[in-house]
């Protein structure tokens, strides 16, 4: 019984320092590395650590039957459905960027170089837009 014991203590000490040294060496590529930093910032940014830390109501429902996602005259309070709808944009205009950047890669094909900047160009103008209308909109309703 105690060599058995022995074998499998030693088996599993083996199992751990390999383990370790694989966690320890592990060498992330640069787009893992890139899209995790990215996903990150639009989780801070679109109010992600706001909904986990104080968790606000999803949307509000008012007496006349009218259906509220943004807090009026209000910078410093938030629902989630306006967190959750400006994270999508801030998405989409990473992913604007992203394709921008993509279509410097196709020079010696001009026109998926050109469509691809097009359609890049044309994501970030509508975040871009959606954007200012939902912080405009906080003003507006009330």
């Given at each position: 019984m105690t060599r058995r014991v022995k074998r499998n203590l030693a088996s599993l000490s083996y199992?751990?320092?390999?383990?370790?040294w694989k966690i320890v060496t592990a060498k992330p590529s640069v787009l893992v590395f890139a899209v995790v930093i990215i996903a990150a910032s639009i989780f801070l940014l679109g109010g992600g650590l706001y909904d986990l830390l104080e968790k606000p109501l999803f949307a509000y429902f008012t007496s006349q039957g009218r259906f509220i996602s943004v807090y009026p005259y209000s910078l410093n309070e938030q629902f989630i459905a306006e967190s959750i709808f400006v994270t999508l944009l801030y998405a989409i205009?990473?992913?604007?960027?992203?394709?921008?950047?993509?279509?410097?890669?196709?020079?010696?094909?001009?026109?998926?170089?050109?469509?691809f900047?097009?359609?890049?160009i044309?994501?970030?103008v509508v975040a871009y837009i959606c954007v200012e209308y939902a912080f405009l909109a906080r003003w507006r309703l009330g």
């Amino acid at each position: 019984m105690t060599r058995r014991v022995k074998r499998n203590l030693a088996s599993l000490s083996y199992v751990l320092q390999r383990t370790y040294w694989k966690i320890v060496t592990a060498k992330p590529s640069v787009l893992v590395f890139a899209v995790v930093i990215i996903a990150a910032s639009i989780f801070l940014l679109g109010g992600g650590l706001y909904d986990l830390l104080e968790k606000p109501l999803f949307a509000y429902f008012t007496s006349q039957g009218r259906f509220i996602s943004v807090y009026p005259y209000s910078l410093n309070e938030q629902f989630i459905a306006e967190s959750i709808f400006v994270t999508l944009l801030y998405a989409i205009g990473a992913a604007g960027i992203l394709l921008t950047y993509q279509s410097t890669k196709y020079a010696y094909r001009p026109r998926q170089a050109f469509m691809f900047l097009l359609i890049g160009i044309l994501f970030i103008v509508v975040a871009y837009i959606c954007v200012e209308y939902a912080f405009l909109a906080r003003w507006r309703l009330g």
